[in-house]
């Protein structure tokens, strides 16, 4: 991009950027990042709520089909810039909360829809974002105003409830008595250590059906790769010693380059001899440990597991590092590195160690463990698709219960809360002058995106809701915790409905979605290099009058340069009989 030169100056123009380089700056284009917001906020409403619907995303390989936010965001590649924002706060609240991926998304294009009057009509962003920041500050200390504590008796009661509004909206909603008790129970099992959610152990199996998935309070893995002799192991112990090793426990053959000289052949057997001596001394070293499991990170041969088979133990090798820090988590059992100095203190112990078969595979159990600070779910399922899904919806059932026992407080769902932070917003609007009312009305009005697209997903009208929700919080008593009632189409008490949800999640989407929100309202231009320019990138714009090989790279460039060579006669080497050179491209 060049400046223009003033006439009757010599002054040479100034190169900013370079040639081919896009520009799009002011209101223009800060209404076409809003509009791409609003796009993408279209691509998952549908999918917010009970009744959403879902959406199936094929990338040329793989088939996903979930309902999920923050997982159809992600596999949907957004290539616009400032979209992308949108993204981000999806993926921050998938990490932070594990729920309300698709509310936040929303809310922030809502937010954005609501304000772009505003800026057409020629508000400066930075007067909007001001009252955007004010706006949502209010919303989220109304959010802690109106918060609900639980204690002691009533914790795992509400802990079922929040569980099972988080599987509400997902595939295996209708199954949320069985899936919620199990997962309140796996992250209950964690004690105080909420941190690592590694600790809970998802394992899937194709086939049976969904409601054949189990919790196992303790550690569950699929039986590893297996040497001759393992079904010679004995499969089922009670109060067993468990040992656990980061150890190879086979005969290695030599390195291709090795060269032993020897003198006598009696010399070779010696040096056969001391190998098998160091792997007997090995398995000897965990026989006389009192270990009646040995797992190891690294492969156990075969004549490792036909030794242990012998001698009344049960060994498994290729165990995947999850497992075994899960499995040391459990029994008290350390990971050793050698066989050497192995004694009483470092082994694991657990009341019940049994192989099952689950469909098709075959799973090493470890139950009845002393420090039960790690749970295992398997899962069960028709297709590999059902069973993903499953898996993400349990990943944020989770991820909403370790929410719930650390803030220890919840809020009615439902588009309940929103509609509350809404009325509270309208009515502190009026006591700001000048634009900042305008604007926070705006904002509270953007809140109620929630309750309207849960209607509209519902097959409701969301216009009468919408009505009946309003006259409630705003002109009755008692209407703070009414929201939509998806069931009837109507209104209802969401907080006595047992629809729960933790606070930090309103609070989490709230502050998200506001801070996306005045992120995109503070870009007033974009600038996009194109490809070609780019380091590493095929083809450059070359010298003028350069042609087709003027400064080309790869193939097309030796194309442009074969054809100029043809059209100038450099020609060279010989041609077959009865063929001929053609002047210029068209011949002639």
């Given at each position: 991009m060049m400046g223009n030169m003033a006439p009757g100056m010599g002054r040479p123009g100034v190169i900013l950027l370079r040639e081919g380089t896009d520009t799009s700056q002011g209101k223009p284009q800060l209404i076409s990042n809003i509009n791409a917001c609003a796009a993408v906020a279209d691509a998952v409403k549908s999918t917010l709520g009970p009744r959403g619907m879902d959406k199936l995303v094929f990338d040329g390989r793989k088939v996903t089909i979930s309902n999920d936010g923050a997982t159809i965001m992600k596999l949907l590649e957004i290539a616009h810039p400032a979209a992308k924002t949108l993204v981000d706060i999806s993926m921050s609240q998938d990490a932070e909360v594990g729920d309300g991926t698709t509310s936040v998304v929303l809310l922030a294009s809502s937010m954005l829809k609501e304000i772009k009057p505003f800026i057409e009509e020629g508000v400066h962003p930075q007067v909007v974002i001001r009252a955007m920041r004010v706006a949502t500050k209010m919303a989220v200390q109304r959010v802690k105003d109106l918060q609900v504590p639980f204690e002691g008796d009533k914790g795992r009661e509400m802990l079922l409830k929040c569980a099972g509004t988080a599987l509400n909206s997902k595939l295996i909603s209708r199954h949320q008595d069985l899936f919620a008790p199990m997962v309140v129970d796996a992250v209950s099992g964690l004690k105080d250590d909420?941190?690592?959610?590694?600790?809970?152990?998802?394992?899937?199996?194709?086939?049976?059906e969904v409601r054949q998935s189990f919790l196992v309070r303790g550690v569950a893995f699929k039986k590893t790769f297996s040497y001759a002799g393992f079904e010679q192991m004995t499969k089922k112990f009670?109060?067993?010693?468990?040992?656990?090793?980061?150890?190879?426990?086979?005969l290695k053959s030599e390195k291709e380059n090795a060269e032993v000289r020897i003198t006598d052949p009696d010399q070779y057997q010696s040096i056969v001899d001391a190998e098998w001596n160091v792997i007997y001394e090995k398995l000897d070293k965990c026989i006389s440990s009192g270990a009646q499991i040995v797992l190891s990170k690294l492969p156990i041969g075969d004549l490792a597991t036909q030794y242990f088979a012998d001698k009344g133990l049960f060994c498994a090798g290729r165990v995947e590092v999850g497992d075994i820090v899960r499995v040391a988590k459990a029994t008290g059992g350390q990971v050793q590195t050698s066989t050497n100095g192995l004694s009483e203190g470092i082994l694991g112990r657990c009341g019940a160690f049994e192989e099952k078969q689950v469909g098709d595979e075959r799973f090493n159990l470890f139950t009845e463990c002393p420090s039960e600070h790690t749970a295992t779910i398997v899962l069960r399922g028709g297709s590999e698709q059902f069973i993903e899904e499953s898996h993400r919806s349990i990943h944020d059932a989770i991820m909403v219960v370790k929410r719930s026992l650390k803030s220890r407080a919840v809020v009615a769902g439902g588009g309940a809360i929103e509609m509350e932070v809404s009325k509270y917003l309208r009515s502190e609007s009026m006591k700001i002058e000048g634009k900042g009312q305008l604007i926070m009305q705006a904002f509270a009005k953007a809140l109620e995106i929630v309750p309207r697209q849960l209607a509209d997903n519902a097959g409701f009208d969301a216009t009468d809701i919408l009505n009946a929700l309003r006259k409630k919080h705003f002109h009755e008593e008692g209407g703070t915790w009414f929201g939509v009632d998806i069931d009837t189409g109507s209104i209802c008490d969401t907080f006595k409905s047992n629809v729960w949800e933790p606070s930090i999640n309103k609070i989490n989407s709230l502050s998200a979605a506001g801070e996306a929100a005045c992120v995109i309202l503070s870009i007033d231009e974009t600038v996009r290099n194109p490809k070609s320019e780019q380091p590493g990138a095929g083809g450059g714009s070359g010298p003028p009058g350069g042609g087709r090989g003027g400064g080309g790279g790869g193939m097309s460039g030796m194309m442009g340069n074969a054809m100029d060579i043809a059209n100038n006669g450099q020609r060279s080497g010989?041609?077959?009989?009865?063929?001929?050179y053609m002047k210029g491209r068209g011949g002639g």
């Open positions: 909420l941190s690592d959610l590694n600790l809970i152990g998802v394992k899937k199996v194709p086939g049976g009670s109060n067993p010693k468990i040992l656990l090793l980061n150890v190879e426990l086979e010989r041609l077959g009989k009865g063929v001929k």
